[in-house]
């Protein structure tokens, strides 16, 4: 046997028996990885349906329209959808590429008050080849909406970015399209981490008010690894071409079944259910932390992830996520508003309930595991 299917068995064996709360991971079907292990794998198909750079493209071509429709349904939108991108941050670049020279000015939420890398990190490419400007959070860690209409008078962006990595409370869409009116700006949302908030109908919708949205399939969505781009149909031709060939070469056809077989498992009934609970048992976690006397950034949550606050505890969120991983716990350590750590220590920790409600974990199952990972806070302190 191939020395790889011994290393898939362990990390099998992980999965199955490791308590895993962090916010950006899932489980997805067994339906999900028979269409990623799939012979589509093979495929060359370069273009888009109808329009490809080879031969043989009868079936991936019904495929790649199948999923594009029904991935339209998930979220009862007409917006023009791109199934191709690799990833969430393919998918950023290729809206990204579509509105945007080098050099725009883009204005996003900062990355230690819960944006993500590719919103204009000097370490991503986003940062290089654009010029990011930034919004912030409040003192209690809500976003602030004031900032953001002064920042974008102030820096006149092409483009305004909603979504975050690490944000815990509703997105207020409406006021991020009149601030981009009121500038001239395109909106655009990127929704990977609530995009099955989003289409379980338990946060408000961005179709409508944003002009590109783009998100992961692999998080809350509980699919395949990848990306997706929806756009009004305006912008379809642009953000097709940033995608293949602006960005992309040939399509992973396996990854696009995946992503079909995603969707249709996010329009059953069974997955309004699961997100429901998804949300229900992250309240009740987080409310068991503030119990015990823990500082929650925001002092709690409307999604399925929370901040756990360490700075007043003494210990960082580097500390606590290893220790935790020492007792089966899986989260990471992530920075807070007004972080006075670096980005490789923090003083928080970021915990989701998508992965384990996913495993069928109640909200008693979550609170008992606040009381586990509030022990091995207590026993970092007590080693200081
Ligand atoms: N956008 C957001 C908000 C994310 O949180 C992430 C990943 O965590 C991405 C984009 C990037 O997705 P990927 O890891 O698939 O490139």
């Known amino acids: 046997m191939s020395k790889v299917f011994e290393i898939i068995a362990k990390e099998e064996k992980r999965q199955r028996e490791n308590i895993e709360l962090i916010a950006s991971e899932n489980f997805c079907s067994e339906n999900v990885q028979k269409a990623v292990g799939s012979c589509l794998t093979n495929k060359y198909s ?12 009868v079936h991936v071509d019904e495929l790649e329209d199948y999923c594009k429709e029904t991935w339209q349904k998930v979220f009862k939108t007409d917006y023009h959808v791109n199934v191709q991108p690799h990833s969430g941050s393919g998918a950023n670049f290729g809206a990204y590429l579509a509105v945007l020279k080098p050099g725009d000015t883009v204005l996003s939420l900062e990355l230690n008050n819960g944006g993500h890398l590719t919103h204009g990190s000097p370490v991503n490419l986003s940062g290089k080849i654009f010029n990011f400007v930034f919004y912030g959070v409040d003192e209690k860690g809500y976003i602030d909406y004031n900032d953001l209409r002064e920042k974008a008078l102030k820096y006149k962006p092409q483009l ?20 981009a009116d009121e500038v001239g700006a395109y909106f655009m949302v990127d929704m990977a981490h609530i995009a099955g908030l989003i289409a379980a109908g338990v946060h408000p919708s961005p179709f409508g008010l944003a002009d590109l949205i783009t998100t992961t399939t692999h998080k809350t969505l509980r699919g395949t690894r990848g990306g997706l781009i929806f756009c009004k149909q305006e912008l379809a031709k642009k953000v097709d071409s940033a995608i293949f060939p602006g960005t992309q070469g040939g399509p992973l056809q396996h990854v696009i079944a995946g992503k079909a077989v995603t969707a249709e498992e996010a329009l059953q009934p069974e997955y309004k259910t699961y997100i429901e609970n998804v949300v229900k048992n992250c309240k009740a976690m987080c409310d068991e932390f503030i119990k015990m006397g823990y ?13 756990l606050d360490l700075t007043d505890k003494g210990v960082s969120g580097k500390q606590v996520q290893e220790a935790c991983d020492e ?3 899986t989260l990471n350590k992530n920075c807070v508003p007004n972080e006075t750590r670096s980005p490789m220590q923090t003083s928080g920790v970021r915990i989701g309930t998508a992965a384990m409600t996913t ?16 022990e ?8 200081l």
């Open 160 to 179: 305004i970015l909603a979504g975050a990595s690490a944000y815990p409370r509703i997105i207020d869409f409406k006021k991020f399209r009149e601030v």
């Open 359 to 374: 495993k069928g974990f109640t909200a008693a199952q979550f609170i008992d595991t606040a009381h586990k990972i509030d």
């Open 327 to 329: 007792v089966g716990i």
């Open 46 to 57: 370069e273009g888009y349906p109808g329009k490809r750079y080879y031969g043989g493209c």
């Open 295 to 307: 500082r929650v950034v925001t002092g709690g949550t409307d999604n399925h992830l929370f901040l």
């Open 376 to 383: 091995v806070i207590k026993k970092l302190q007590a080693n």
